[in-house]
């Protein structure tokens, strides 16, 4: 089943009625056959004016629906940002791919989550309550959030650096590490994803071995890249 929301407010309330459901956004990963992300349920927020890129008083904010081009392209977007989103190696996928829809899903080899999520950056969703701003990271660390992702707004001056290691720059990341301001941020495939101001804090991260590399491989990489 497809409902097409026409505004934010009928996109959660359909989402709360539904249990098994999804928002659908740039469909990459919902899309996907055999994705872990289908549901019984699709909730297409295409239609939501969520696209902009704009600043204001020295933020810039990023719509939840803007595709990672997007954010490649803005050069009002800290460098690093726009480094994570130029990771996602194809311009088909970079196309479609929503940043609001990376974050949702909190894969543990995100293209963006480390560097928003160094960027102490706060975001805004719609919830059942109605619009609350929120750290990126209390909003991350709730996955079972049914809220939609309207905006993420983020501090202009932020300086930073992402680094992602993989076996070719089209495959899944092994690591992707970010610091920015004196916060740090640690994705690790098949593991977890760990963010604070330790520059140890990837110890917190369960390192386990999968198709991208050795607990051991990526034990080395966590400490080295930043
Ligand atoms: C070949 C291939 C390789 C890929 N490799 C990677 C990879 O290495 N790293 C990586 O990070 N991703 C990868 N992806 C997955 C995917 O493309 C990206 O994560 C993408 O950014 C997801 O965005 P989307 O807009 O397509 O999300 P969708 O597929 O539309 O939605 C994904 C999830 O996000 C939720 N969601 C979407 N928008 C919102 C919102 N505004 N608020 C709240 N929840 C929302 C949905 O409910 C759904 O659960 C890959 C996909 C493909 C097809």
Redesign the pocket.
Known sequence: MIYRASTAEEAVKL?HENPS????????????LG?S?A?DVI?D?TALP?SDIETADGKVSIG??A??QDIKEAEVIPSFIRDAAS??A?LQ?RN??????????R?T?????AALLASECEVE?MCSEGVKKMAASAYFDKPE?R????RFIVDTKREGRVKRI?RAS????AVTAAFSGGCYAWSVSGSGTAYGHSRDGWKNIDIKDDLTGSAEYKRYLASVLL
């Open positions: 989402r459901s999804v928002y659908l956004a740039g469909g990459t990963e919902i899309m996907r994705s992300a549901a909730i927020i969520l939840a629906l595709v990672l990771f996602c194809s996928l479609a791919a929503t940043v609001g829809g990376n974050f949702a899903l894969r080899d995100s293209y963006m989550a969703i959030c809220g939609l992702l309207l993989s089209h495959m899944h990341a």
